[in-house]
């Protein structure tokens, strides 16, 4: 499984941007992708999750900010970040579990994916 993020960058508080991610070498066609993040000294934390069929889960500090889609023609990720906040800062990753065994909430609230990629800083001052 490859992931690769773009799209980071470095906004003011209430900006906006778009993360994407090109994935490629997934084997099954049972799967969730998503995004978590971690900031420094900090733990990872799941921010958003999709499944095949477009259901969508958010950890409560992003629901009606951020907006995940996929493009499964194209095997893309998308995650859509309005209205940015100071607390949003940290590395976001793409990211991938094979046959998921939680909940699709699992993997949005705690980031429990087994396959990532490098990541892309996202930076949000006051």
């Known amino acids: 499984v490859q992931l690769m993020e773009s799209g980071g960058g470095s906004v003011q508080t209430g900006g906006s941007l778009r993360l994407s991610c090109a994935a490629s070498?997934?084997?099954?066609?049972?799967?969730?992708m998503g995004w978590f993040r971690q900031a420094p000294g900090k733990e990872r934390e799941g921010v958003a999750a999709?499944?095949?069929?477009?259901?969508?889960s958010y950890r409560s500090s992003v629901e009606g900010r951020f907006t995940i889609s996929q493009d499964n023609n194209n095997n893309m990720l998308y995650l859509e970040m309005i209205d940015l906040k100071p607390e949003d800062t940290a590395m976001y990753y793409c990211?991938?579990?094979?046959?998921?065994?939680?909940?699709?909430?699992?993997?949005?609230?705690?980031?429990?994916?087994?396959?990532w990629g490098q990541g892309t800083q996202v930076t949000v001052s006051s």
């Open positions: 999709i499944n095949r069929d477009d259901t969508t």
């Open positions: 070498g997934i084997p099954y066609s049972d799967y969730f």
């Open positions: 990211a991938v579990q094979l046959r998921p065994r939680q909940e699709l909430s699992y993997y949005s609230e705690y980031g429990g994916f087994s396959y």
